[in-house]
């Protein structure tokens, strides 16, 4: 078998859910609607292609390995050309920005939630439509977790009885936002995290220094495709390792009397990861692409912090800024243990207050001035 692009054995590290698909398909008891699970970046929509890219194939590769049957597309047949070509008509790749597609949707601004439109005009009256060049239809639907209640509802009798030759595949980081409803229409097959050293390597490979891509390892927390994406996003001429290391020797130098002006430059900082996102992101809202940039702020502050609690207990093993001990260490020698594991869990708190839109400054206000030990203040900014 040739390794070529999207084929299940290029998949990372997720021989597991691979494994659970490959044993539904030899069993001849294939699901029809599936659900994805795992963080984003563990490698779920690259799985999702290649197993679709396996199932319109029409000369699938088939070979018995230990762990039992294992098919693959063959990379060479008029299927697989389609396919790679992006142009194969049997697989329908569904995604909220799809909105300005649908016959509503001309000048509407990329929408944050998944667009029931979408959800009508791209799976649910295409569904009937017959394979044209294949034996299925595969529909994969990108950030199920933004699907809204009613969009839920829509989907339902969709999952409930689609037509035989029809595969639906959600991908989703978030399944406890999927209504019980459809997680018991649905198999589900899990993704787990891919191992620090496999990201470090990947990385490597990538041409990304060995300090870099042993903190990126480090904070995607198993995520190869966040690890990938922030190794080599470019911000204005600089890496956003440059801006990681800037910011963990600020926080090293923290004061409670910098507050504005650190939380002034955090903010900057993520501004200029959003710009430089933003112009690689395509057609995405710029309001997700604006939350992405504070996220990665907040995350870096948070493993910053969780270093130094580390610290604090005495493990100086495995810090992921262990680029910048020194740095870390200054910054543990101002907190206690009961401070840094707040603060810790106050950046896990903001994180996800941002996907409801609460001002970043104060976002950003708030978490210095718990670093620094003031709690009334910040729970008022908060
Ligand atoms: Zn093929």
């Keep these: 078998m040739t390794t070529q692009l999207a084929s299940l054995q290029s998949i990372f590290c997720q021989e597991k859910a691979i494994g659970q698909l490959q044993h539904a398909f030899a069993a001849g008891k294939m699901a029809h609607a599936y659900i994805f699970a795992g963080a984003d970046g563990v490698g779920r929509a690259a799985t999702a292609k290649a197993w679709a890219k396996m199932l319109l194939c029409r000369n699938r590769v088939h070979k018995q390995t230990p762990a039992g049957s294992f098919y693959d597309s063959c990379g060479v047949c008029p299927s697989c050309l389609l396919f790679e070509g992006e142009g194969h008509p049997d697989y ?3 995604y909220k920005e799809l909105l300005s597609f649908t016959r509503e949707g001309k000048n509407r601004k990329p929408p944050l939630d998944m667009p029931i439109d979408v959800i009508r005009e791209f799976l649910i009256e295409k569904l009937a439509s017959k394979p044209q060049e294949s034996e299925y239809v595969v529909y994969v639907m990108h950030e ?13 009798k969709t999952l409930e009885e689609p037509p035989s030759f029809c595969v639906i595949i959600l991908l989703c980081s978030k399944t406890e936002s999927l209504l019980p409803t459809i997680h018991s229409r649905c198999q589900i097959v899990r993704f787990g995290a891919v191992d620090r050293d ?27 495709g966040q690890a990938l994406t922030w190794a080599q996003l470019e911000c204005d001429g ?10 963990v020797l600020r926080l090293g130098e923290f004061q409670l009397a910098n507050t504005l002006e650190l939380s002034e430059w955090l903010s900057q ?6 710009g430089a996102l933003g112009k690689t992101a395509g057609q995405v809202s710029s309001t997700d692409i604006n939350r ?23 493990l100086s093993e495995g810090l992921v800024n262990n680029d910048q001990v020194d740095a870390v260490r ?5 907190l206690d243990y ?3 594991a707040k603060v810790v869990l106050q950046c896990q708190q903001k994180i996800q207050w941002i996907d409801s839109s609460v001002n970043e400054k104060l976002i950003f206000e708030g978490l210095l001035l718990n670093l620094a030990g003031l709690d009334i203040l910040s729970t008022s900014a908060s």
Aim: cysteine-free.
């Design 269 to 274: 900082a993520a501004k200029a990861v959003s």
């Design 144 to 156: 199920a977790e933004k699907l809204n209640i009613p969009g839920q509802n829509a989907l339902l």
């Design 198 to 224: 496999h990201i470090m390597a990947a990385l490597k490979q990538h041409g990304i220094t060995p300090a870099a891509a042993g903190y990126w390892a480090g904070f995607s927390d198993g995520s190869l």
């Design 338 to 340: 009961d401070r840094a």
């Design 330 to 334: 200054s910054l543990a020698g101002r």
């Design 92 to 94: 329908v790749s569904i």
């Design 238 to 247: 600089k890496s956003v390792y440059d801006i990681k290391r800037d910011l």
């Design 292 to 314: 992405r940039g504070q996220k990665l702020i907040i995350q870096m502050m948070q493993w910053a912090v969780y270093d130094a609690m580390r610290l604090l207990l005495g």
